[in-house]
């Protein structure tokens, strides 16, 4: 059962690493594991992923363990990833079509509905199999869509105002790529700073 409790984001950030392991191991055949492999596997403890786990109820058996398939289902329930949420895509320029082009939305939770951009000159393209359409358009796309979430390859300059207004319009949750802090009410955000996972792996290598 699906958990209905707060759960502290350090435990939400750590299910997508059980869930690609999990992946793994089915890929490899694998039926059965257990809190100590993917402890081993994951550089965590057996007792920090049996406490992550309990925060959504009972998994497995004591002495059997998990089953794979029954685990990596759970997750993706708790994560809500066969529920596709409609999102779209702001800033189509070559940030933005890497991201609409590599990331596998349909695989984690998302479906991309529609991309958005304010230059002439990409307004028309095709991108990830949908015409990129100008910025004018983007409130009755979304007063007709309602699209859910929004993700953000935007200057840092505009990214703020831009993420204000998409709230306005029903957004409520941003994938953030633009360089920059947003804060915004009503709507989650998740900031991706490339320069900060530079910076800890720099880190890392001083301090081994």
């Keep these: 059962m699906v958990q209905k409790h707060e759960v502290s984001e350090s435990v939400v950030r750590r299910l997508p690493r ?14 059965h594991t257990s809190s100590r492999e993917l402890g081993k596997r994951l ?40 529920q596709l949420l409609p999102a ?18 349909e695989q984690r939770g998302f479906r991309l509905i529609g991309i958005f951009d304010i230059k ?19 409130e009755a796309f979304c007063a007709q869509q309602k699209p859910v979430a929004a993700v953000l390859c935007l200057s840092k300059e505009v990214a703020q105002d831009t993420a204000e207004h998409l709230v306005s319009l029903g957004i409520r949750g941003l994938w953030n790529f633009s360089h920059c802090d947003i ?6 955000v998740v900031t991706m700073h490339l320069d900060d996972s530079l910076m800890t792996l720099s880190y890392k290598l001083h301090n081994l």
């Design 120 to 138: 002439p000159e990409l307004v028309g393209n095709q991108m990830a199999g949908l015409e990129i359409q100008p910025m004018e358009q983007l």
């Design 183 to 188: 804060a915004v009410e009503h709507a989650k």
């Design 18 to 31: 059980y869930y690609r392991l999990l992946q793994e191991l089915e890929r490899q055949g694998q039926a």
């Design 88 to 105: 779209i895509l702001v800033g189509a320029g070559n940030l933005g079509q890497v991201v609409a082009e590599n990331v596998r939305f």
């Design 43 to 82: 550089g965590m403890t057996a007792s920090q992923i049996r406490q992550d786990l309990s925060c959504f109820g009972c998994f497995g058996q004591q002495g059997y363990g998990y089953s794979v398939t029954e685990l990596r289902e759970n997750l993706e329930r708790i994560m809500g990833l066969p």
